[in-house]
């Protein structure tokens, strides 16, 4: 079985791929940093080392590595002949990995099993955006038959895995919690083999669940730790601003989980503490600058801060913890990080009203909007 697995990062390294080796996939890593790809084929195997309880090496060996910029043939021959496709190289990185799977579709006897193709990205259905692209990098008189030779599912994957130490080379340190959820319907009776995951009717509860918890808890750590002045993601929850800030959030978003998805109270309180030790774990290297990196996409209409407090302010419910927490958002000032740099420009360029619209996406009738205007002018003042 072999796996082509776009984006040989943090996730890619010490999860999907490691997930994959365990699996029995030959994993073949497609990335556009040279110098990693050609880190990872100069090695016969990397470490993935597991910290906190129950922590441990693992070792993956057999993958190969392709730089996807410079060597585009090979790897659509490999993609051809590819059991599985997975990405983990951002949302918005997903327009530039789908012509090449569009072009290996092409060229895929259609005598193959259909290629397996997954999205691990932190947004909601980014396997469906993925195919929306795949399908515009094809021609539209070829779509029903190329489309026949791909499975696209969604999925959620959960482990956190910070930015890597430079001296680490190609090894990784993980948290030894991992979870990835895939969507079962796509693949009938012909799913992919990987004992790691497990496979769920209905994927929509999973992954809101996950980011509007994990992530929107995390986010407002780091945003809330950027704001006091403190860097390590473990050491922000000590502060009992923060701790209080972002216990607020997560009972918001679970009130609308339960609401919306019917999970059961007591279980979700229970997953939201279990979260709070993840991220209050010290042997984790992890900084509130990755956690909160890119703030305009986590403040866009469908992610962990607008889209639960839009549908808490659609039902009526309580969301004032999480607007507090977009304010915190604006304050994330990171010069290397493109769109922080980006988001304070249009703080001072346009105004509060132009801000919502542009960046979270709500229109100016919606039961959220005044809420973040005044949140937005109180930072702008
Ligand atoms: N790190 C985590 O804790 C974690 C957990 C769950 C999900 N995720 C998600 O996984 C994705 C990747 O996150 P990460 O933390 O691993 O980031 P990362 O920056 O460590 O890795 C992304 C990799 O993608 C590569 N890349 C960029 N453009 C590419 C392209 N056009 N083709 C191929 N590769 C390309 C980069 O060179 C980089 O190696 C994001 O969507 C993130 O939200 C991350
Ligand atoms: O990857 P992002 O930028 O969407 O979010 C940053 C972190 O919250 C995220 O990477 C978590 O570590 C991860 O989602 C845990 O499963």
């Known amino acids: 079985m072999k796996a082509v697995h776009f984006g040989a990062g943090n996730i890619g390294r010490g999860f999907v791929g490691l997930l994959l080796h365990d699996a029995g996939y030959e994993v073949v890593f497609a990335d556009v940093n040279a110098e990693l790809i050609d880190a990872l084929n100069a ?72 290629l397996a193709v ?94 509007f918890t994990v992530n929107t808890g995390h986010a407002t750590a780091a945003y809330y730790g950027f704001a006091a002045g403190i860097d390590k993601i473990s050491d922000v929850l000590a502060n009992s601003d923060v701790a209080d800030a972002v216990r607020h959030v997560l009972e918001e978003t679970s009130n609308l989980l339960v609401v919306k998805h019917g999970i059961d109270a007591e279980v979700q309180r229970a997953y939201r503490e279990k979260i709070l030790t993840r991220f209050a774990n010290p042997h984790l290297p992890d900084t509130v600058q990755r ?19 839009a549908e808490l302010a659609e039902r ?28 304070r420009a249009l703080l001072s360029d346009v105004s509060p009203q132009e801000f919502v619209e542009r960046v979270s996406g709500l229109a100016p009738e919606h039961p959220l909007f005044d809420e973040l205007v005044a949140v937005v002018a109180a930072r702008s003042n």
């Open 43 to 114: 090695a016969p195997s990397y470490e993935v080392h597991e910290v906190g309880d129950g922590g441990g090496v693992r070792t993956v060996t057999g993958y190969r590595a392709i730089n996807s910029a410079t060597s585009e043939n090979e790897l659509i021959a490999e993609i051809q002949t590819a059991d599985v496709v997975t990405t983990a190289v951002g949302p918005n990185i997903l327009r530039f990995v789908a012509p090449v799977i569009a072009r290996a579709l092409a060229l895929r006897d259609s005598g193959l099993a259909p």
């Open 118 to 211: 997954m999205a691990c990205e932190n947004a909601i259905n980014a396997t469906d955006l993925l195919k929306t692209e795949v399908q515009s990098a094809v021609d539209p008189e070829q779509w029903e038959a190329l489309s026949a030779r791909a499975v696209f599912a969604n999925t959620a994957v959960d482990r956190i895995v910070p930015g890597q130490d430079p001296a680490a080379g190609i090894d990784v340190t993980v948290e030894t919690f991992y979870e990835w959820v895939i969507e079962s319907a796509p693949f009938g009776d012909a799913r992919p083999e990987i004992p790691g995951a497990t496979f769920v009717d209905a994927l929509g509860p999973y992954i809101e669940r996950k980011l």
């Open 291 to 309: 956690v909160g990196r890119q703030p305009l996409r986590k403040l866009s209409r469908n992610e962990r801060f607008v889209s639960p407090a």
């Open 316 to 343: 009526g419910l309580g969301r004032s913890a999480l607007v507090d927490a977009i304010g915190k958002a604006l304050q994330f000032d990171v010069p290397d990080d493109e769109q922080s740099v980006e988001m």
